[in-house]
């Protein structure tokens, strides 16, 4: 699969995957939860915030690397995890692996791969974290850490905040079904809960087992892996998982798919930077397009930013390639913007950066 001629951004890759996916499939990926407003927001939002550039300044010395808990990285660019990316190329996570080892960014394989955890760990050599969703059973949980570590991945990223699917009505209307040959190989099927009449399915039923902090406790006590919390938004939260003694928070929305309305990560960001106090990773996902979202992210607090939808686009329009297009058409347009805005470095960019009207 080639990449296309007319390819310039991250845009071009969505108009072009939106082309190439059945309806269904283009519902689930595309999709939100319910009218969808985070979702828009997350990608508004940084449009919003003005840069302020800075002339004849010396940047010959520039690069983008950064240390991120045990990892040198080339840029602060990651892979968020993303289920079933054979939806949108028959190589599915092997392609997306393979091109951020290529690239140079961390790759994060999500429990619901449609790839085998040893199968991707073999083809991808780049740093990697495993994404966990705690299962029906604590031995199942335990076996998908093992697997994990044994594959060389070096990290647990925990999902917190997806217990149960958001209310994702563009995907229910479009009535998606994974298609046969995609699904999550590394888990066993959830197991169906039973119910009363008289109970709630949403309380006695699917959040009946789902973590708690107690949980987390317990992760630590079962691996020596870092541990990093994916989906904080609530400043509390993040409080919380400091006491916790947690190693990184990636601060999320999930791309706009669970609780619609909440605010975007770059919203709440400063807030959470001020509590954390540079103690631990700030990592945020969720509505980045631009090397100028990156900029802006990092300039609020953030040390790193994961990409989750591009990567799908990437894949259905061309495959591995198109992934490692995707990442280096965002590190370009990091270190134009770097460059413009007199920031030879990551942590030369601070709110400064960023114009703030009286
Ligand atoms: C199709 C799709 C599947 C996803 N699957 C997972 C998953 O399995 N685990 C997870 O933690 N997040 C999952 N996410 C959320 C992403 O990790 C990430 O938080 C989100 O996509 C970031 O927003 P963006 O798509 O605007 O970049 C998924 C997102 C999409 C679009």
Not at 62 to 73: A, C, N, P, V, Y
Not at 147 to 168: M, Y
Not at 318 to 347: F, K, P, Q, Y
Request: net charge negative; hydrophobic share 40%.
């Amino acid at each position: 699969m080639a990449i296309p001629n007319d390819i310039a951004s991250l845009h071009d890759y969505e108009r072009h995957a939106q082309a190439r996916l059945s309806e269904e499939a283009w519902a689930y990926i595309y999709g939100a939860s319910a009218d969808e407003y985070t979702a828009r927001s997350n990608e508004s939002v940084y449009s919003a915030i003005k840069l302020l550039n800075q002339t004849l300044t010396d940047v010959s010395k520039g690069h983008t690397q950064l240390d991120l808990l045990g990892h040198r990285l080339a840029h602060p660019i990651m892979l968020a995890p993303v289920a079933y990316q054979k939806l949108a190329h028959v190589d599915g996570e092997i392609a997306s692996a393979t091109a951020a080892a290529a690239q140079g960014a961390l790759f994060t394989l999500s429990t619901l791969s449609s790839s085998r955890i040893e199968d991707v760990a073999q083809c991808a050599q780049g740093p990697r974290w495993f994404q966990l969703y705690f299962q029906d059973s604590r031995a199942q949980t335990l076996e998908l850490i093992k697997r994990a570590e044994k594959s060389g991945f070096s990290a647990i990223v925990v999902t917190v905040d997806a217990p149960i699917n958001g209310l994702r009505n563009r995907e229910q209307r479009a009535g998606f079904q994974l298609p046969d040959g995609v699904r999550a190989v590394n888990c066993q099927p959830e197991r169906q809960r039973q119910i009363n009449p008289d109970e709630s399915m949403i309380f006695q039923g699917l959040m009946r087992h789902a973590p708690s902090w107690k949980d987390i406790d317990w992760l630590r006590q079962h691996t020596t892996l870092p541990i990093i919390l994916k989906g904080l938004i609530n400043p509390r939260d993040v409080s919380i998982a400091l006491q916790h003694e947690i190693d990184g928070v990636v601060i999320s929305n999930h791309g706009g798919r669970t609780l619609d309305t909440l605010p975007s990560p770059i919203e709440v960001l400063p807030r959470i930077h001020e509590l954390t106090k540079g103690d631990i990773p700030i990592i945020v996902d969720s509505g980045i397009r631009r090397g100028t979202d990156i900029f802006k992210a990092i300039a609020l607090g953030a040390d790193a930013v994961m990409i989750g939808r591009p990567i799908m686009y990437a894949l259905a329009t061309a495959g591995a390639l198109g992934v490692a297009h995707t990442i280096r058409l965002l590190r370009d347009e990091l270190e134009l913007t770097m460059a413009l805005c007199g920031c030879e470095t990551l942590s030369d960019i601070t709110p400064d950066c960023l114009w703030q009207p009286a």
